[in-house]
């Protein structure tokens, strides 16, 4: 069983940056595909960023595109969210998710149902 804690949220202001980052357990992190998804008061929850199991290849959203970049250390088992230039409306509940059906080396899964893993998920918010 696959366990990820979210950790690194909190209240910042317009512009500012936060790292969130995602520890998985109870399982072999390097062979996950990984993803942040984000869920806004009142909002579905929607895709943010995804990395392919080497870490090779990324996805994100067009909105996050250029202020945000993902990344993994398969050595600690983390999956990290570097966030910059924070605008209100990245104020959401972010959840990292891991997919392990064995996807291949490069392939990056950008939809809720490929993921089997979700952590609780850490609140960011961004005041303006």
């Known amino acids: 069983q696959v366990q990820l804690v979210e950790s690194g949220g909190g209240l910042v202001q317009a512009g500012d940056s936060l790292r969130l980052s995602c520890a998985a357990s109870g399982g072999t992190f390097s062979s996950y595909a990984m993803a942040w998804f984000r869920q806004a008061p009142g909002k579905e929850r929607e895709f943010v960023a995804a990395?392919?199991?080497?870490?090779?290849?990324?996805g994100y959203t067009n909105s996050v595109k250029g202020r945000f970049t993902i990344s993994r250390d398969n050595a600690k088992s983390t999956l990290y969210l570097q966030m910059m230039t924070l605008k209100p409306e990245d104020t959401a509940i972010y959840y990292c998710?891991?997919?392990?059906?064995?996807?291949?080396?490069?392939?990056?899964?950008?939809?809720?149902?490929?993921?089997?893993?979700w952590g609780q998920g850490t609140q960011v918010t961004v005041s303006s």
């Open positions: 990395l392919s199991r080497t870490g090779i290849n990324t």
């Open positions: 998710a891991a997919d392990s059906s064995s996807p291949g080396s490069l392939t990056v899964r950008l939809r809720e149902y490929e993921y089997q893993y």
